[in-house]
C-alpha cells in the first residue's frame, strides 16, 4: 500500500519535475540597455490588501510620486483582465498573490509602461532602460515584480495564455508554494518569456532601485523550499521517532 501511494505521489508530480528542470538550465539573455525618457512612461502598483499591509511598503510606494502613478484595486483589475483576454475568463478565477500576478501582466499588456511591486522603492535618479520589453533576473530566474514595456507587447499575450492553460497546477494536491511558483510565479512567468523575440532580461544593477523583499506571496511551506537542508533534518527525526517507538512498543512486549 505504502509503494502505491508512493508512486501515486511520484507521478503526480512528475510534471511539476520536469518544468523545473526547464526552469533550472534556462539561459537568459543580459544586456546592457541605453536610457529612454521617463515621459514616455506611466508607473502602474497593484494594492489589493491581504492582510495588514506593512507601514515601509506605504513609504516605498510613494517613492514613484515623481512619475504619473496608478495604483489599481480589485474591481480595476477585474476590468483590465477581461480587457487583455476576454476569451480566457478562467483567468478571474485566481486568488490571492495569484490573482494580482495576473493583473499585473493584464496592465502591462494594455497599457504599457512600468509595473513595480509595493516593495520596490525607485531611487530619485531612477531612469527607465530602452526595450520593447524589458524584464529582471534574480537568482530564481525572471521575476514579475518589476517590468517595462510597450503597450501590447505581445510576450504579456503570451504569458497569459500560459496562466490559463497550466491552472491545472492551481490544483489543493500541490502544497501553496508548488502552486504559486508554477501556475502564476516565478517558474510559469520565467518560461513565458525565456527566448520571446524583441524581450530582453537585464541585471537589477541597471536601475536604481532598492528592494524591501516582501516575499509576500509565499506560504506556510515556503521554507522548506527556500532551505531544502530542512528537508534531512525532518528525515533523520522521523528516523529517530520510529526508532524510540519501535523500542518502546518492543519493552511492552518483555
Not at 495564455?161 to 491545472?168: G, I, L, N, V
Amino acid at each position: 500500500m505504502k509503494v502505491m501511494i508512493g508512486i501515486f505521489i511520484l507521478a503526480l508530480y512528475m510534471p511539476i519535475l520536469y518544468y523545473t528542470m526547464q526552469f533550472l538550465v534556462a539561459d537568459y539573455n543580459i544586456k546592457v540597455t541605453r536610457v529612454l525618457d521617463p515621459e514616455l512612461y506611466k508607473v502602474h502598483q497593484i494594492f489589493i490588501p491581504f492582510g495588514p499591509t506593512p507601514p515601509e511598503w506605504g513609504e516605498c510606494s510613494v517613492t514613484w510620486d515623481m512619475f504619473e502613478v496608478t495604483r489599481w484595486n480589485k474591481g480595476m483589475c477585474n476590468s483590465v483582465i477581461m480587457q487583455a483576454m476576454p476569451s480566457r475568463r478562467e483567468l478571474l478565477d485566481y486568488e490571492g498573490v495569484m490573482f494580482t500576478d495576473v493583473c499585473r501582466v493584464a496592465i502591462m499588456y494594455v497599457h504599457g509602461g512600468l509595473y513595480a511591486d509595493m516593495d520596490i522603492c525607485a531611487n530619485k535618479d531612477f531612469t527607465f532602460p530602452e526595450c520593447e520589453a524589458c524584464f529582471f533576473k534574480t537568482s530564481v530566474g525572471v521575476s514579475n515584480d518589476l517590468m517595462i514595456a510597450e503597450k501590447e507587447h505581445p510576450v504579456f499575450l503570451n504569458i497569459l495564455q500560459q496562466y490559463a492553460d497550466y491552472a491545472w497546477v492551481n490544483s489543493w494536491f500541490y502544497l501553496p508554494y508548488i502552486r504559486e511558483m508554477y501556475s502564476t510565479g516565478p517558474v510559469r512567468f520565467s518560461l513565458a518569456v525565456l527566448g520571446y523575440p524583441s524581450v530582453k532580461v537585464i541585471p537589477y544593477d541597471n536601475v536604481d532601485i532598492m528592494h524591501i523583499k516582501g516575499n509576500s506571496w509565499h506560504s506556510w511551506d515556503a521554507v522548506l523550499f527556500m532551505h531544502p537542508w530542512i528537508f534531512i533534518v525532518l528525515g533523520v527525526a522521523l528516523c529517530v521517532w520510529r526508532r524510540r517507538r519501535k523500542g518502546v512498543i518492543l519493552g511492552k512486549d518483555i
